[in-house]
């Protein structure tokens, strides 16, 4: 049974750091497309960072330059490294997993149960 597990989030004041970790057993991440999705109260989850099969990145304008995503294949787990956040990232982070998945924009289908960032000061 495919299952994902988030874990590394927490608090941190604006500046900071945190690095997301996306663990997989059940499958191997190395064919598969894998981002994070952000949900915050009264918006849907948003694409904000993921790495595709072919390994291309993509993130999202607002994370530009603040935010890395990288797979470790050996460890099956991808990676969400966040520097200088902000109060605007503040959610529940979600990682998702779509077999030969390209991007963000297609829909993904293994779920994990998310884990909480809150930047505040």
């Known amino acids: 049974q495919p299952h994902i597990v988030e874990s590394g989030g927490g608090s941190v004041q604006p500046g900071g750091s945190l690095r997301l970790s996306c663990a997989a057993s059940?499958?191997?991440?190395?064919?598969?497309?894998v981002g994070w999705f952000p949900q915050v109260p009264g918006k849907g989850r948003l694409g904000i960072s993921c790495i595709s099969s072919d390994e291309s990145a993509y993130h999202a304008e607002s994370v530009q330059g603040r935010f890395t995503i990288a797979r470790d294949i050996a460890k099956n787990t991808v990676y969400l490294q966040m520097d200088n956040l902000k109060p605007a990232d503040t959610g529940v982070y979600y990682c998702a997993a779509r077999r030969y998945g390209l991007g963000c924009l297609q829909e993904y289908d293994s779920w994990g149960q998310g884990t909480q960032v809150t930047v505040s000061s």
């Open positions: 059940g499958f191997t991440l190395d064919t598969y497309a």
